[in-house]
Structure formats: structure tokens, C-alpha cells
């Protein structure tokens, strides 16, 4: 009986084991390098400065989908208006992708841009969710836009279909919004988006994030709200600043075993409180 017809086969299968292995190994690296790019585009499109103005504080977390080979599109931003209020925005671009990161950076960008032809936050979406679809990406998001008046403390805010924010008074009162929203951008053409008006007094904290930091495979969306609210409830009494709590928000979505980004835009009213 001949010993080689098996040595021959056994050589074949070796080789063709070390030529899958190979081409596992170059498709795992191309995949490596799609996600440290979009997380670079992530971070680079990210604002490096947040605006600032008396007796306020803006302060934000975030935390990148690092879950498997996934990213995620989710922004924040804060930025002064041509009229010398402040635009802050966070939201959350539909997929786990490179086109989703990217499209984050557009969305963005056209939000600063549009922010010059009108500081509405209403018209400033209805604006963006055309943009949006002009692009033709096929792809939406959601957002929350707010403009805040240093001067007055006044809040006003437009949502589509955004997780609503949550608020929080130092005499001990918090709670989630119940805003009005719109639809998400880029899903139909002339979508309006109604606004409302907050007014954010001394003590008194906003806190705007996006559903990876309360929603997750060990966290339900409702359950997660809920404790964030306590959390800016506490804030507020406390007189906790807001990094502090920006903080302690983003360590609930440790907890949620999130596949997604997770963003926290805080803005706290400090001082002595503006005219009514």
C-alpha cells in the first residue's frame, strides 16, 4: 500500500488552509481600515470648541460603536449663532457604516451652514431635511436643534424624530420633554417641525443624547430615560456642573451593552439667574 496518495492530500488541505486563513486575515484588515477611517472622520468632524457665554455651560460626552466591525453616525454640536445666541444640535444618522459616519459630517455642517440664512430651529430642519434629500443618499436621521439666548435664558427647540431631552430644576422638579416632533430628515419632502420654548433657569440643567446611551441589549429605552432624569435631578440640587453630570450620564451608557454611539450634550444655567 502506497503512503504519498495521503501525504499528497494532506499537503493540499495544509495549503489551502493557509490560503483561507490569508484571505481571512486581509479581509479582516480591509475591514479594520474602513472603521479606523470612519472613526477618524467621526472625530474630525466632531467640534473641537464649544461656544461659551455667561452663566452657562455647555459640556459634552462621547463614546464610538465599537461593537464588532461597526460604526455608528451619531453628532453632537454647539456653536454661536450670527445673532449671538447659541445653536446646539445632537442627533443620529441611520446604519452602522462608513456612509453613515460621513453623511454625519454633511448633516452637520449643512445644520452651522443653514444656522446663517435663518436661526429658526423649525425652519432650520425643515431646511436640513431637504438638504437631505437632495443628496439622495437614501439614508436618514434624527435631530434635535435648540437656540439658546444667553441673554434671556430662553430655550427654543425642534425635533425630528429624536429622543426627547430631559430637563431639571434646582428646586428639585425634573422630567422628559413632551416636544412636539417631526418626522426624521431626508425621509419626505416639506416636513415643517413645530418649536417650543423652554426657559433655562439659574441651577437648571438640558441634557440632549442620543439613544446608544439609554438603550441597549441589558437596558430598555423608557427604563434608561428614566434614570437619567434622576440623575439630572439630583444634578440640579446638588449644583453639580455640567461636566460632572455630562459624565455621569455617559457612565448609564456603560451599562446599556449598547452596538451604538453614545453622545451627551449637556447645557447648565449658573449664576445669578437673567431677566424673565
Given at each position: 500500500?502506497?503512503?504519498?496518495?495521503?501525504?499528497?492530500?494532506?499537503?493540499e488541505?495544509?495549503?489551502?488552509?493557509?490560503?483561507?486563513?490569508?484571505?481571512?486575515?486581509?479581509?479582516?484588515?480591509?475591514?479594520?481600515?474602513?472603521?479606523?477611517?470612519?472613526?477618524?472622520?467621526?472625530?474630525?468632524?466632531?467640534?473641537?470648541?464649544?461656544?461659551?457665554?455667561?452663566?452657562?455651560?455647555?459640556?459634552?460626552?462621547?463614546?464610538?460603536?465599537?461593537?464588532?466591525?461597526?460604526?455608528?453616525?451619531?453628532?453632537?454640536?454647539?456653536?454661536?449663532?450670527?445673532?449671538?445666541?447659541i445653536?446646539?444640535?445632537i442627533?443620529?444618522?441611520?446604519?452602522?457604516?462608513?456612509?453613515?459616519?460621513?453623511?454625519?459630517?454633511?448633516?452637520?455642517?449643512?445644520?452651522?451652514?443653514?444656522?446663517?440664512?435663518?436661526?429658526?430651529?423649525?425652519?432650520?430642519?425643515s431646511?436640513?431635511?431637504?438638504?437631505?434629500l437632495?443628496?439622495?443618499?437614501?439614508?436618514?436621521?434624527?435631530?434635535?436643534?435648540?437656540?439658546?439666548?444667553?441673554?434671556?435664558?430662553?430655550?427654543e427647540?425642534?425635533?425630528?424624530?429624536?429622543?426627547?431631552?430631559?430637563?431639571?430644576t434646582?428646586?428639585?422638579?425634573?422630567?422628559?420633554?413632551?416636544?412636539?416632533?417631526?418626522?426624521?430628515?431626508?425621509?419626505?419632502?416639506?416636513?415643517?417641525?413645530?418649536?417650543?420654548?423652554?426657559?433655562?433657569?439659574?441651577?437648571?440643567?438640558?441634557?440632549?443624547l442620543?439613544?446608544?446611551v439609554?438603550?441597549?441589549?441589558?437596558?430598555?429605552?423608557?427604563?434608561?430615560?428614566?434614570?437619567?432624569?434622576?440623575?439630572?435631578?439630583?444634578?440640579?440640587?446638588?449644583?453639580?456642573d455640567?461636566?460632572?453630570?455630562?459624565?455621569?450620564?455617559?457612565?448609564?451608557?456603560?451599562?446599556?451593552?449598547?452596538?451604538?454611539?453614545?453622545?451627551?450634550?449637556?447645557?447648565?444655567?449658573?449664576?445669578?439667574?437673567?431677566?424673565?
Amino acid at each position: 500500500m502506497s503512503l504519498e496518495r495521503p501525504t499528497e492530500n494532506g499537503d493540499e488541505l495544509l495549503a489551502r488552509l493557509g490560503s483561507l486563513t490569508a484571505r481571512a486575515r486581509e479581509l479582516a484588515e480591509v475591514q479594520r481600515s474602513r472603521v479606523e477611517l470612519a472613526l477618524a472622520l467621526q472625530r474630525g468632524m466632531l467640534p473641537r470648541d464649544l461656544p461659551h457665554a455667561s452663566r452657562f455651560h455647555v459640556a459634552v460626552r462621547y463614546v464610538p460603536a465599537c461593537h464588532g466591525l461597526n460604526v455608528g453616525g451619531d453628532w453632537y454640536d454647539a456653536f454661536a449663532m450670527p445673532d449671538g445666541r447659541i445653536g446646539l444640535s445632537i442627533g443620529d444618522v441611520q446604519g452602522h457604516n462608513i456612509e453613515a459616519a460621513a453623511l454625519m459630517g454633511q448633516v452637520r455642517v449643512g445644520l452651522r451652514a443653514l444656522a446663517s440664512v435663518t436661526g429658526d430651529p423649525g425652519e432650520l430642519l425643515s431646511r436640513t431635511n431637504d438638504l437631505l434629500l437632495s443628496l439622495g443618499t437614501g439614508l436618514f436621521a434624527t435631530c434635535t436643534f435648540m437656540r439658546l439666548d444667553p441673554s434671556t435664558g430662553v430655550l427654543e427647540s425642534a425635533r425630528a424624530g429624536h429622543i426627547p431631552h430631559i430637563w431639571a430644576t434646582a428646586d428639585g422638579k425634573s422630567g422628559i420633554a413632551e416636544d412636539e416632533g417631526g418626522p426624521p430628515l431626508g425621509i419626505q419632502e416639506g416636513m415643517q417641525y413645530p418649536v417650543t420654548r423652554h426657559r433655562l433657569t439659574t441651577g437648571g440643567v438640558f441634557v440632549l443624547l442620543t439613544d446608544g446611551v439609554v438603550e441597549g441589549p441589558s437596558l430598555h429605552v423608557d427604563e434608561g430615560l428614566d434614570q437619567v432624569v434622576r440623575l439630572a435631578g439630583v444634578a440640579a440640587v446638588a449644583g453639580m456642573d455640567a461636566d460632572a453630570l455630562a459624565a455621569g450620564v455617559m457612565r448609564i451608557a456603560e451599562r446599556v451593552g449598547h452596538e451604538d454611539d453614545a453622545a451627551v450634550l449637556v447645557v447648565g444655567h449658573e449664576g445669578i439667574d437673567v431677566r424673565p
